[in-house]
């Protein structure tokens, strides 16, 4: 079971970033595909939860470096099949026929996909219709790699919380919070794969989610959003001359981050309580 | 603020040794006491060589993309090297920090205090094999306003 939360992790990766190198009709389905493997994920973990296994998120690492969508494609399939292979290992016979069912479709429409030039490794550092300074682009550059692996590091933790969690106004919480930091993964994925530096957040340590005390990191967390308030002011500013639209989007989302912090003082109220009320 | 070029780009989209090692001979932690933010690093050493070589070597980072960078650069320098090359590494790394910002010195110093936790935790478990991890905390604020 292990080795199948593994493989289900790297596979939801991959297929996400290939999705973010993609365009068109071929990215939409690759989103469809990897919010069903990450649902497959949770369901995976669910089972080890109930089961009483232990389980981490260590994976390996996912090289994606390419300039054809076709090499993607085919080495998403090779995992399709290779996990398709694991899940004989499934202890819940119907989990995995229901895995099985939705990989062999995923696996048929990943072969009528075409394969196409990619361009988001290229490196070229430029967005459609912008033409940014030197230093705004380095500014966004380092934001992007920054910000996209913290949003992969939140849905990992708030996912591990929420498997860990039989209470329903915190499982709201945290599902929103997932669901939330999976919109500016995919937003900020899709900014590098168009500028051409696109990869593979790094893998996350045990102690991030394996949480002894959730108040502290509710506590810390609050802090980081604020900061992250100020990064994207300071990056609207730094954009606003060049191109007000990409302004914009970064206002849009450091105002998202106050619904954040609202989010997480609800929370830690609630464990507050919970603590108060024993 | 820091220029980017190709080869920083290379470092943050596919650091380099990142991850951890299977059964490894040695692990060393840096840690910044302010924010907790860590680099672990993990090592295997080759006993054939007269002196102990660095054979393989893999880090972690609890922290920032500066950090990860750096981890990148160092355990690059530091793989194949022996433990009394990998000495004057973390003396070089440590001999620079004052001359780049606050932020960048507290990550290069908390990556070569994770590779001197490492390779003093080896010479440890070479006398005591159940000795544990060693951590060295960094002396450096990443917090710029502290400095002004």
């Not at chain 1, 954009?239 to 989010?263: G, P, T």
Request: aromatic share 8%.
């Amino acid at each position: 079971m292990k080795t199948l939360l593994i493989k289900t992790h790297e596979l939801w990766l991959e297929t996400l970033m290939t999705g973010f190198a993609s365009q068109g009709e071929t990215r939409i389905k690759l989103y469809d595909f990897s919010e069903i493997i990450f649902r497959h994920f949770t369901w995976l973990e669910h089972h080890m939860v109930t089961q009483g296994e232990a389980y981490d998120y260590d994976r390996d690492t996912i090289p994606i470096k390419t300039e054809r969508l076709g090499v993607l494609l085919d080495d998403i399939g090779r995992r399709v099949s290779e996990l398709d292979f694991q899940l004989m290992a499934c202890t819940d016979e119907h989990l995995g026929q229901r895995i099985s069912s939705d990989l062999k479709y995923i696996s048929g429409t990943l072969a009528k996909m075409n394969d196409v030039a990619v361009t988001a490794f290229d490196g070229s550092r430029k967005l459609d219709g912008i033409t940014l300074t030197r230093e705004a682009t380095d500014a966004l550059t380092l934001f992007l790699f920054e910000e996209s692996y913290k949003e992969y590091e939140l849905i990992m933790i708030y996912n591990y919380l929420q498997a860990h969690s039989q209470d329903a106004f915190l499982n709201r919480i945290f599902q929103i919070m997932i669901d939330e930091s999976k919109f500016h993964l995919r937003s900020f994925g899709q900014m590098m794969a168009e500028m051409g530096i696109l990869g593979v957040p790094r893998t996350i340590h045990k102690s991030l989610y394996q949480i002894e005390d959730v108040q502290q990191f509710l506590k810390d967390g609050i802090e980081e959003e604020i900061a992250a308030k100020e990064m994207c002011r300071e990056l609207s500013d730094a954009v606003a001359k060049d191109s007000k639209e990409l302004a914009e989007f970064f206002d849009f989302i450091n105002f998202q981050e106050d619904y954040h912090i609202s989010l997480m003082r609800e929370a830690l109220v609630h464990y507050e309580k919970l603590a108060t009320d024993g | 603020m820091t220029e980017v070029d190709a080869d920083l780009i290379a470092h943050m989209s596919d650091p380099k040794n990142y991850g951890t090692l299977e059964s490894p001979d040695a692990i060393g932690v840096g840690e910044n006491p302010e924010n907790g933010e860590k680099v672990i690093i993990y090592l295997r050493v080759s006993r054939t060589e007269q002196e102990p070589l660095i054979e393989d070597i893999r880090f972690q980072v609890i922290g920032c993309m500066t950090t990860v960078v750096a981890g990148s650069i160092v355990t690059q320098e530091a793989k194949g090297i022996t433990l009394s090359v990998g000495e004057q590494l973390v003396a070089a790394t440590l001999g620079m920090l004052e001359n780049v910002p606050p932020e960048e010195a507290a990550c290069s110093e908390m990556v070569a205090l994770s590779l001197q936790a490492a390779m003093d935790t080896y010479r440890h478990k070479q006398k005591d094999p159940n000795f544990g991890t060693i951590t060295y905390k960094i002396t450096h604020s990443c917090s710029t306003e502290e400095k002004q």
